[in-house]
């Protein structure tokens, strides 16, 4: 089985990079059990749960939404909406430059404010959080 087009196959791609660099920063990371979902990833922080979006970049252009127009899924099939992330509440939104693999992360209470597509050059990335009460085990 190979992907039929590269938009699955950076998406996936963009989430796999995010996955491993919340794990290196020492988080619990959970995958949502259908495509459905408003996020992509939940990552527990000191016992709460972050909500993730993570997008795929363009031109180091990130969306705060996606406007799919009410386009069908299948014939007969539901109705895909467009999605505000900051209207649902998504606490963080992740930007994947796959070329270069940077990742730009922005909380909800930076990315709400911003035109529904920003520049990562020109609006910093914020700092997500590090456990730093991972221990390294020195015993082998």
Same mark, same amino acid.
């Given at each position: ?30 995958? %949502?059990? /259908?495509?459905? /979902? ?24 990130? %969306? ?42 922005? %909380? ?33």
């Amino acid at each position: 089985m190979t992907y039929k087009t590269n938009t699955n196959r950076n998406a996936d791609l963009a989430e796999t990079l995010v996955y491993a660099d919340l794990i290196r920063r020492g988080w619990i990371v959970l995958i %949502p059990s /259908s495509r459905d /979902s408003t996020y992509d990833l939940v990552v527990e922080i000191h016992g709460a749960f972050k909500r993730v979006q993570i997008k795929k970049m363009t031109a180091h252009k990130l %969306p705060r939404l996606v406007e799919r127009g009410n386009q069908k899924v299948t014939k007969n099939g539901k109705i895909r909406n467009s999605i505000d992330y900051a209207e649902c509440g998504i606490e963080w939104l992740a930007g994947v430059d796959l070329e270069t693999q940077e990742i730009y992360y922005y %909380p909800l209470d930076v990315y709400a404010s911003k035109p529904k597509t920003f520049s990562v050059k020109k609006h910093q990335s914020a700092p997500f959080p590090v456990n730093e009460t991972v221990r390294k085990n020195t015993d082998y």
